[in-house]
């Protein structure tokens, strides 16, 4: 049973790049979750979605944008890559609300 | 002011030691989640307890709804223990969603 997968778990990009982090998960858990980790810093929510077809705006949105077209995957796309958004990346997934979260191993982006 | 708070920041103990971690929130909370976080790798949950005691081994975990207060207990502390604590709380009446505090950094030296 692999759990939450991300991928990458590293990445330079350079300042207007675009990327795409993936996260996959394998429990058939309805929500999903991205967070940001900042040194110093709880994690702060980004996005998540309830269930297929369904998301939601967190804490901290701006640059970035969700879709989630299955119950297994939960892709965050970064658009213009900004040196703001240098941070890791974390995704999480859980069945329903107020349950055990189960996270990735995290993406360490750079943005340069 | 953060919602959750946590004490200490940075934890070092020699080997066999008992460590306590603490946490305190609040608002009124659903429940409560104690993750650990090691160096470059990924975050495990450990526990989620919304009252009494919860143990796992090495670990306990309580919780004091009316004190909004938690602690992680670990016994016989070891080398491989070594790892960031983080507390995260899910509040009621609102969106339900995780709030984190920003974590204990534990050392244990052998």
């Known amino acids: 049973n692999a759990g939450v997968t991300q991928t990458p778990k590293f990445r330079i990009l350079k300042i207007g790049q675009s990327m795409t982090l993936q996260c996959t998960q394998d429990?058939?858990?309805?929500?999903m979750y991205w967070y940001r980790q900042d040194p110093g810093m709880g994690l702060k929510l980004i996005y998540y979605s309830v269930g297929a077809g369904i998301t939601d705006k967190g804490e901290v949105p701006n640059g970035y944008n969700v879709s989630r077209s299955t119950t297994e995957d939960f892709p965050l796309r970064l658009e213009l890559a900004a040196p703001s958004q240098t941070s890791v990346y974390f995704c999480?997934?859980?069945?329903?609300?107020?349950?055990?979260?189960?996270f990735g191993q995290g993406t360490r982006l750079t943005v340069v | 002011k953060n919602e959750v708070e946590q004490s200490p920041q940075n934890l070092t103990a020699q080997e066999g030691e008992f460590i306590t971690i603490n946490c305190s929130y609040s608002?009124?909370?659903?429940?409560l989640h104690w993750l650990q976080q090691h160096p470059g790798g990924g975050i495990v949950s450990l526990f989620m307890l919304s009252s009494g005691k919860k143990k796992h081994g090495r670990l306990i975990a309580t919780i004091n709804i009316q004190e909004k207060h938690s602690s992680l207990h670990i016994t016989a502390s070891h080398p491989r223990d070594s790892a960031v604590y983080i507390c995260?709380?899910?509040?009621?009446?609102?969106?339900?969603?995780?709030?984190f505090g920003k974590g204990t950094k534990l050392t244990v030296n052998p």
């Open positions: 429990m058939n858990h309805n929500y």
């Open positions: 608002v009124g909370i659903s429940a």
């Open positions: 999480a997934s859980s069945w329903g609300d107020v349950t055990e979260a189960f």
């Open positions: 995260a709380v899910y509040p009621q009446g609102g969106s339900e969603k995780l709030v």
